[in-house]
């Protein structure tokens, strides 16, 4: 539970900011929101890998849109929203890109697709493709990172 303004945030509002259920515990329980974006920064920094996966799994892949009506599908369509009129031989070069990211990684592209056009997405994941294992982890924390800092500052701004 944290308490942001005078607003109480439950563990689901945290998660869908972050789905690692260790870093929703790391965060909970600051009450000013510069604390908080700390906070997270420092919790995503030490977690584990295993962590980091759980985050992933909430993330659709880049072309997918969210399904639901819930706060984090929402979003999630929101910071896709690049993808909107994209043709669909771009579209299909982000699946096949996607395809071939989780054979080579084990788990889906993650980028921070807020004020990215599908152009740009798709460069940076053909880009990213060639990256080894190592690399691309700590890629993959930066961007979780942006886009958890971004989603953090919707939330203090939904909860004033």
Not at 39 to 54: C, V
Not at 61 to 84: F, L, P, T
Request: hydrophobic fraction near 45%; proline fraction near 2%.
């Amino acid at each position: 539970m944290c308490v942001l303004a005078g607003v109480e945030l439950s563990e689901a509002d945290l998660a869908a900011c972050c789905a690692s259920r260790r870093w929703v515990a790391a965060v909970g329980g600051h009450r000013d929101p510069a604390a908080l974006r700390a906070a997270s920064r420092r919790a995503l920094d030490e977690l584990a890998w295993a962590d980091i996966e759980e985050a992933l799994a909430a993330h659709p892949r880049i072309g997918e849109r969210a399904g639901g009506g819930g706060r984090e599908a929402g979003w999630s369509r929101g910071e896709q929203s690049g993808m909107d009129g994209a043709a669909a031989e771009l579209r299909e070069a982000l699946a096949e890109g996607n395809r071939a990211y989780e054979e080579r990684f084990g788990h889906v592209f993650l980028i921070r697709a807020s004020g990215r056009s599908a152009l740009e997405m798709l460069a940076e994941l053909r880009e990213r493709l060639r990256n080894d294992p190592e690399t691309e982890r700590a890629v993959v924390r930066r961007e979780l990172a942006e886009i958890v800092d971004l989603r953090l500052a919707k939330l203090v701004k939904e909860s004033r």
